[in-house]
């Protein structure tokens, strides 16, 4: 991931978050891996197989991938 600023990236996420293509419900499951070139749903960034890819699993089954500190900030921002 290319590296951005923890405010930047905050920006990006309240604004997904208002236009609802980020979740604001806690997951109900976590997988983590190894990344599989998708793109992360905050930075919109290729998640690659040398970075650590994460996955929450949502009641209503909706997909999302992010990098780490993508999730971390998606995660303050729902709090």
């Known amino acids: 991931m290319l590296q951005q600023d923890t405010?930047?990236?905050?920006?990006?996420?309240?604004?997904?978050?208002f236009f609802g293509t980020l979740p604001r419900d806690e997951p109900t499951k976590m997988w983590v891996g190894k990344g599989s070139g998708s793109l992360c749903d905050v930075c919109d960034q290729p998640i690659t197989s040398t970075e650590i890819e994460y996955e929450p699993d949502f009641s209503d089954r909706r997909v999302f991938r992010?990098?780490?500190?993508?999730?971390?900030?998606?995660?303050q921002q729902c709090l």
């Open 66 to 75: 992010f990098h780490l500190n993508c999730i971390e900030v998606w995660h």
């Open 7 to 17: 405010r930047d990236l905050a920006v990006v996420v309240r604004q997904k978050l």
